[in-house]
């Protein structure tokens, strides 16, 4: 069956360090994916995208890979800051359409 | 410049009603998808219009129907509501067309609740 996979359990992170999520994904073959953040009681906003043929993507303080072989993405948040705090959500993109599969998401908690 | 907007924000229900939600896509976006939301978990995609037609659906029950019309908004309605509906629901907006690999902008849902 079709699963993507993010860490359930929330990630700690004190100011200032590297959070790092993953996403995995099995029975995709995915064309792009991509990031959003989502806020408590908040619609998803979008962070970044990274297509198939792309190992990795910045935008300021993030950066995004994206390995094919292993179907995994990771995202990183550098110098994290409590502003960082939110659920991410990673999607996956498989026809050129923009229909997106959502994984159920990772909570970050970044503590001064 | 105006974003997505839906309404209402918040809406209860009982079992077996029927219910319309509404979008109206961020200013020059003609690609409007649906997206439902349970506690805890990631969206699920519903259905998408483009050009006032139902371009793809996802894996939900003909009791979810939909409307796109000329200006671009739309409408998800729900029939015979189950308590499983409760959800928060989500629109979302881009540019359509081929190759349509653009960002989707999210609306602030509406919650529903079936009692």
């Known amino acids: 069956s079709q699963k993507i996979e993010q860490n359930s359990e929330a990630l700690n992170i004190q100011e200032g360090k590297t959070a790092t999520l993953t996403c995995n994904y099995t029975n995709y073959s995915p064309a792009y994916l991509q990031w959003y953040r989502q806020d408590p009681g908040r619609g998803p906003v979008f962070l970044l995208l990274i297509r198939e043929n792309e190992k990795e993507k910045r935008k300021e303080r993030l950066k995004v890979t994206f390995d094919t072989t292993l179907k995994q993405s990771l995202f990183h948040i550098t110098a994290s800051q409590p502003a960082d705090s939110a659920t991410y959500l990673c999607a996956l993109g498989t026809d050129s359409w923009g229909k997106l599969q959502f994984g159920a998401g990772t909570q970050v908690v970044v503590t001064p | 410049d105006a974003g997505v907007t839906q309404s209402p924000t918040h809406l209860i229900k009982t079992r077996g009603q029927q219910v319309t939600l509404r979008c109206s896509p961020k200013?020059?976006?003609?690609?409007v998808s649906w997206y439902q939301q349970a506690l805890g978990q990631g969206p699920q995609f519903i259905f998408q219009y483009y050009e006032e037609e139902e371009r793809q659906r996802g894996n939900f029950p003909d009791r979810f129907s939909g409307h796109q019309f000329p200006n671009y908004s739309s409408e998800l309605n729900v029939n015979a509501l189950l308590l499983g509906d409760s959800a928060l629901y989500l629109c979302a907006s881009s540019l359509g067309g081929s190759l349509s690999y653009n960002e989707q902008f999210f609306g602030p849902g509406t919650r529903l609740t079936v009692l």
């Open positions: 200013s020059g976006h003609d690609t």
